[in-house]
C-alpha cells in the first residue's frame, strides 16, 4: 500500500485529515451499528448537551508500524475500559469494550497510508471521543450521544523530541478531591488551558499539579503522569485518586520491574520528596517519555542532575524498551499488541 506524501520526519503535535473516520450514534437506549465516513465535519443542535455543560469524555492511543513492516496498536483494550469509566462518572453511555477495539482496526485499516513508516519518528494518534449530541437546556445527561474517532500523523508532543522539558509548579488546582482527576473529560483540559497559556507565558514547557487539598503532594501535568528515579535506581510514580490512571504509566512499572529489574513504587510523592530524585519524566501516549531537566516552583529551582541536555541513563531504558515493545524489536507480554 502507497503512503501518502508527508514529511513524516517534520511533523509536530498537531492535525492532519485522514481519508475515514468512524461514528456511531446512540438513541433511545442503544448504540447503532456504526460506520466509517468521509464526512470530518460534525453538525450539531445550537442546544447539545456538549454544548452546554460539556457532556464529553475522550481517549487517545497510537498505531505504529513495526521494524517488521506490521501495523500495530498498543492495548487499546485499556483504552476502551478507561473511557466506559469516563463515560459512566459524566452520566453517559458507556460504547461496548469489544466495538470500540473492533473500530481502532476499522479505522487505522481504513488510513494506512497515513500511519508513519518504521523510523520515521512519527506514529499515527488515533482520538476517541463522545459527547451528549440532542438539545439540553436544563442541567441533566443528554439522552442521545455520539461517539467518534478519527486518527492523525503526529511527531513529538513536545518541540525538541526527547530534550528535557522545564516545568512550573501551577498555582492553579486541575482536579478537586472526589471530583473527575481520574477521568478522560473534555472539562479536565478546559480548565488547564488558563494554566498552561500562563506556564507558557513565563517560559515553562508545562505545569507541575499538587493535589488540591493540601499542595503538598506530586500530581501529574496536564497530559501526563510524572515518573522519577531515585539516587539509587529505584523507578517511583505518583499514586492519587485524581490523576488520571496513565496506560504508558502502567506500562511502565512492569517494563521496569520485569524487563529491567528495577524496584518500583507507587506511591504518595510529597513535593518535598522531588528535590532528592536523580532523574523525572512524563509519560503518557502523546508524551511517549519526554524527560524533565528542571522544575521551578516560585523562582525555586530544582535541577536533576541528569541535566537539560539528555534523557538520564534510567528514563532512556525505559523509553528504549517500551518504545522497542511498541514497534516489535522486543517481545511483548501477552496482550499488549494487537495487530491491525
Ligand atoms: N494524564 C493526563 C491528564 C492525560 O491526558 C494523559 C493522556 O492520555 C495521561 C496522563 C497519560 O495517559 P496514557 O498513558 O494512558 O496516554
Ligand atoms: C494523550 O496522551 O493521549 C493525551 O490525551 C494527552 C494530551 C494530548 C491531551
Not at 501495523?71 to 469489544?98: G, H, Q
Request: hydrophobic residues 35%; proline residues 5%; negative net charge.
Amino acid at each position: 500500500m502507497e503512503k501518502k506524501n508527508i514529511d513524516w520526519s517534520s511533523i509536530g503535535f498537531g492535525y492532519i485529515k485522514t481519508d475515514k473516520r468512524y461514528v456511531s450514534n446512540y438513541k433511545n437506549g442503544a448504540w447503532d451499528e456504526g460506520t466509517l465516513t468521509d464526512d470530518a465535519n460534525v453538525v450539531l443542535s445550537e442546544c447539545a448537551g456538549v454544548l452546554q455543560y460539556a457532556q464529553t469524555v475522550f481517549e487517545g492511543l497510537k498505531a505504529y508500524t513495526t521494524e517488521d513492516g506490521r501495523i500495530v496498536c498498543f492495548r487499546p483494550d485499556l483504552n476502551a475500559s478507561r473511557m466506559a469509566d469516563s463515560a459512566k462518572r459524566l452520566e453517559m453511555p458507556a460504547f461496548p469494550e469489544d466495538r470500540f477495539v473492533k473500530a481502532v482496526e476499522e479505522t487505522v485499516r481504513a488510513n494506512a497510508a497515513y500511519v508513519p513508516p518504521y523510523g520515521s519518528g512519527a506514529t499515527l494518534y488515533i482520538r476517541p471521543y463522545m459527547f451528549g449530541s440532542n438539545p439540553v437546556i436544563g442541567v441533566k445527561p443528554a439522552d442521545e450521544y455520539q461517539f467518534r474517532m478519527f486518527c492523525t500523523p503526529v511527531g513529538p508532543y513536545f518541540k525538541g523530541g526527547a530534550k528535557p522539558i522545564t516545568i512550573k509548579v501551577s498555582d492553579f488546582d486541575r482536579a478537586a478531591p472526589h471530583g473527575t482527576g481520574h477521568i478522560k473529560a473534555g472539562l479536565n483540559y478546559a480548565m488547564s488551558l488558563h494554566a498552561i497559556v500562563t506556564a507558557h507565558q513565563e517560559g515553562y514547557d508545562e505545569n507541575m499539579y499538587l493535589d488540591a487539598a493540601t499542595r503538598t503532594k506530586v500530581e501529574e501535568t496536564g497530559g501526563a503522569n510524572f515518573i522519577f528515579v531515585t539516587k539509587d535506581g529505584t523507578v517511583v510514580t505518583p499514586k492519587s485518586n485524581s490523576i488520571l490512571p496513565s496506560i504508558t504509566r502502567r506500562s511502565l512499572m512492569v517494563v521496569a520491574e520485569k524487563y529491567l529489574g528495577l524496584k518500583v513504587e507507587h506511591r504518595e510523592v510529597y513535593f518535598d520528596e522531588v528535590k532528592d530524585f536523580a532523574e523525572c519524566g512524563l509519560c503518557g501516549t502523546a508524551a511517549v517519555i519526554s524527560p524533565v531537566g528542571k522544575i521551578v516552583d516560585h523562582g525555586k529551582e530544582i535541577c536533576f542532575p541528569s541535566g537539560m541536555e539528555k534523557m538520564g541513563p534510567v528514563i532512556q531504558k525505559l523509553y528504549d524498551t517500551l518504545t522497542g515493545i511498541q514497534m516489535g524489536r522486543i517481545e511483548a507480554p501477552e496482550g499488549w499488541i494487537k495487530e491491525i
